[in-house]
């Protein structure tokens, strides 16, 4: 099968489209033909692996994943015995916990992160998870609840339309702050109030939160302290300048003041199954920036480098304009 590889860490020019074994399901586990998947940060954090600890958890001198890609969407082929949840030819979508969906097959167990597919959506447009799992932590962690008041920052990427759409779901008022480019589309996603970071400085508003989520990584907590209501809680996606948000998270504990809380991706397969029903219920939708064919995989990770992509990358796999579940069938592939 073709397969984008990394040997080495580098640039996307290591990434080289290769064919490579077809991967064998074992019991309990399904082999999927990947329609669609995704480039997102951390595939790119995978690729170059930044601050250097993460190489403890990536491989220290070269990298333990060679086929990259965690979000797929795509077609039950094979189903290895003792498999009960799914059948050949069942559209399905979720997270690769140990990453390989930058490829044209891939074995997931069935009792791991993956469903099937809300029935009319595309496959291109089911590939919304690990931003959706990121989004979601966070607002589970910081408690959020019906007609609380959450600003989130950074609101146009993977993760901040996610979290737009998904504090929406639990009934919260959303500020969204944006760049002048995403302001309509963050009030199309459900916030209330959508703030032009170009236009305003948005820390010295006239208004608190209960909430405030930097969902891109970009502020601190000492910027938007000044936004919190007295009992209010800052979340961030990313550590933060030195690290400082782990430290805050974990000085909040011991003093108990809950200020700052640093959230840990929670259980994948719960996200899968609560996405399905936001999905089905058209409360979560994808937010697509631009779609790459396998081929030009490392053009989409030159782009997700840039650290402007609206939404999500999209590769898709299977190159269709019909890329709707249950209307295309994988074409002849010299490749398999
Ligand atoms: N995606 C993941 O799965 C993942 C996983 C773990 C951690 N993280 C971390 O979480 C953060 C967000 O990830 P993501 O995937 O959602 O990012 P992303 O999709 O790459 O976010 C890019 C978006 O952020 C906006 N942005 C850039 N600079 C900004 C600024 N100074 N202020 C406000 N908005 C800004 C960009 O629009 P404009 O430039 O037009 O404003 C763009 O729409 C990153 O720090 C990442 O390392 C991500």
Known sequence: MKAAVNTRYGSPDVLQIRDVPKPEPNAGEVLIRVYSTTVGRTDFGMLRPEPFFIRLFAGLLRPKRTILGMDFAGKVEVVAPGVTLFKPGDCVFGM?????AHAEYLCMSENGPIATMPGDTRFDEAVICEGAWYANSCLRKLNLAPNQKILIYGASGAIGTAAVQLAKFYGAEVTAVVQTRHLDLVKSLGAHRAIDYTAEDFTQIDE????????????????CRRLLSSSGTFAATDL??????AFLAIWSRVTGRNRVVFPLPGSAKALIDFLKLRMEAGEIRAVIDRKYPLDAVADAYSYVETEQKTGIVVVNVIASDENTAGNIDPPDNPHN
């Open 96 to 100: 690769s916990p140990t990453y390989g």
């Open 240 to 245: 933060g300048p030195w690290g400082q948000n």
């Open 208 to 223: 608190t939160f209960d909430c405030v989520l930097d969902a891109v990584g970009k502020t601190t907590f000492f910027r």
